[in-house]
């Protein structure tokens, strides 16, 4: 596999060779940048199988250079600091990325995922969503994909009615009777979800405020959504659920 690095800064292209040579020695690194405008001159000429993108750098970012491209197929992995608007696009698109500086562990992973044969397709996708999610505003709807063992999903975080916890899995209702089975946990989609419209009712439930209907206090408090559905809440959840009702931005 033939990787480009473009970052402006000279240690972490120097840090991300090096561990690319320690830990992943069938890459070999054929050239390095420091800006869009040279990155995207060495991945035109170049065509690496992939690249590892700064986010932020002098002349702009990695997006403006991946704009440049109509249609990449070279697989990326982005490179960033600690910005968590970026981050939290990253994980709705299931794109990979790195923080700053760079640990060894999640490079691997990384690099294991681009070794992969993945779909091109379904990097298409990852990407378009990716740069649809960063280039909305931090309150606007997010989109997500999900994906099970049939089928990949491109979804509106608005329509996802609640998430329950089957074991290791998570399965989502959205609007229009789907659900769509995830091997995921629902701690992760909760925290992923923090900072929207939604919130962990009960141990097995995550739902969204925006599809709440009515609070029953019957059975030691139960909650009924837009859709009928009915969630068990948890006695040490119910203060913190109506302080959550009042900071809602009703859509």
Wanted: negative net charge; hydrophobic residues 40%.
């Amino acid at each position: 596999m033939r990787a480009v690095i473009i970052d402006d800064e000279d240690s972490v292209r120097e840090t991300t060779r090096t561990l690319v040579n320690i830990y992943a020695s069938d890459i070999e690194i054929v050239e390095e940048a420091n800006s869009v405008a040279s990155g995207y001159e060495v991945v035109s000429r170049v065509m690496p199988d992939l690249v590892f993108l700064d986010v932020e750098m002098p002349d702009g970012t990695g997006f403006d250079l991946l704009s440049k491209f109509d249609d990449p197929t070279f697989h990326i992995i982005f490179i960033t600091g600690h910005n968590a608007y970026a981050i939290e696009a990253f994980r709705y698109s299931a794109i990979d990325y790195l923080l700053k500086p760079l640990d060894p562990e999640d490079l691997i992973n990384s690099i294991g995922k681009a070794r992969q044969k993945i779909d091109e397709n379904l990097n298409k996708l990852k990407l378009q969503t990716f740069l649809t999610n960063i280039s909305q505003a931090s309150d606007s709807p997010k989109k997500i994909i999900l994906s099970d063992s049939e089928s990949v999903y491109l979804i509106e975080t608005s329509e996802i009615i609640r998430c329950q916890a089957e074991g290791n899995y998570t399965r989502f209702f959205i609007q229009g009777d789907q659900e769509i089975l995830v091997s995921k946990t629902l701690k992760e989609y909760d925290n992923l979800f923090s900072s929207k419209d939604f919130f962990r009712a009960h141990q097995s439930h995550l739902i969204n405020l925006q599809h709440f209907l009515r609070y029953d206090k019957k059975e030691g408090g139960i909650l009924v959504m837009k859709n009928g559905h009915t969630i068990p809440v948890a006695v040490r959840k119910k203060d913190s659920l109506f302080e959550a009702l009042k900071n809602i931005s009703w859509s």
